[in-house]
């Protein structure tokens, strides 16, 4: 239960890690990954390149919930939960 849980939170992260990869070269218009997080760090959308890449975790999420897997879904909706509340704070400050 606890080891499904924690695998759903691993598979979680390393989807937004992949979204966030591709949705910054998506809108990087030909930039390379590390120019575009700087230039969104300082023009403020960070948080929305992190929300974007978030998108994923919708992949992931459906696809444990069809094989039965609920606690692996419960993880992967456990750090999308957690990625929401980091980037609303992030936005604040």
């Given at each position: 239960m606890k080891k499904d849980i924690f695998i759903g939170i691993l598979v979680g992260l390393i989807a937004n890690g992949i979204g966030l990869i591709l949705t910054a070269l998506l809108l990087g218009q030909g930039e390379d990954f590390t120019?575009?997080?700087?230039?969104a760090a300082n023009e403020g959308f960070?948080?929305?390149?992190?929300s974007?890449?978030?998108i994923l975790n919708l992949v992931a999420f459906f696809v444990f919930i069809r094989k039965r897997q609920d606690y692996r879904a419960r993880g992967?909706?456990?750090?999308?939960?957690?990625?929401?509340v980091f980037t609303f704070v992030?936005?604040?400050?």
């Open positions: 120019t575009v997080i700087k230039a960070l948080g929305k390149l992190i974007l890449g978030a992967v909706l456990l750090i999308t939960i957690f990625i929401a992030f936005k604040l400050f």
